[in-house]
């Protein structure tokens, strides 16, 4: 059990170390302007498929990862949780990934000051490109609510089905960004990756501190 119990926690730490260690590539390539050719090929194809149906969907999915519908989304899926599962544990650890990601953008974005593109916008926003706040948002949402729900899934299907679903709404939201002319690529995937070594991060907390409270009720028993 203990063996188990540690590989886990060094699963969590290596995949957190690993997109902060790719962050931190792309934020140097962003620096040293060495990636725009990234950008550029992706900018192309992304936007090359533009149709009034195509845009209408992107701007669905961008008004989805928005600040206000991901705070209505949350709130949605903590009652689940807490009505239907009975798990305030999980509604602090997915306040905290949420709460934490927004921060930590914010922060970000004042770090390094990227400039928004400014060629071909379909709509206009304000702020800093880099990482992209979208894409922090919908990977800590999406994949906090999957790692929670993943063991009241019984069946191998719905599991498969709900990891999907999770990975649809998360690149589907960093490509509205990207196809709505408002960030650059290398924008949505440096999102993914500090909000993914943010999500791994809290994970290892989250599964030390439920281990730290199994001792404690195991000792109290004996």
């Known amino acids: 059990m203990k063996n188990h119990w540690t590989s886990k926690i060094s699963f969590s730490l290596l995949a957190a170390a690993l997109c902060l260690c790719s962050f931190i590539s792309i934020a140097l390539s962003i620096s040293d302007n060495q990636i725009h050719r990234f950008d550029d090929v992706l900018i192309n194809w992304i936007q090359g498929m533009e149709s009034p149906g195509m845009t209408r969907w992107m701007q669905f ?53 990227r400039a928004r593109p400014t060629i071909h916008r379909i709509i206009e926003v304000s702020g800093y490109s880099f990482p992209s706040g979208h894409s922090m948002a919908s990977f800590s949402l999406y994949g906090g609510l999957a790692f929670l729900i993943w063991k009241h899934i019984p069946s191998f299907t719905g599991r498969v089905f709900m990891m999907v679903a999770s990975a649809v709404f998360i690149l589907t939201i960093g490509m509205s960004r990207i196809y709505l002319g408002v960030h650059y690529p290398s924008d949505v995937v440096g999102g993914y990756f500090i909000s993914g070594c943010w999500l791994f991060t809290c994970i290892w907390f989250y599964r030390r501190y439920l281990q730290r409270l199994s001792r404690l009720q195991t000792s109290s028993i004996v």
Do not use: D
């Not at 705070?71 to 903590?78: E, F, K, Q, W, Y």
């Not at 305030?88 to 004042?110: M, P, Y």
């Open 61 to 113: 999915f961008t008004w989805i990862g928005s600040g206000r519908q991901v705070v209505i989304i949350t709130i949605l899926a903590m009652l689940v949780l807490y009505l239907y599962l009975g798990h305030r544990r999980e509604l602090l650890f997915l306040t905290s990934v949420l709460v934490g990601s927004t921060v930590l953008n914010a922060l970000l974005k004042v770090v390094f000051g």
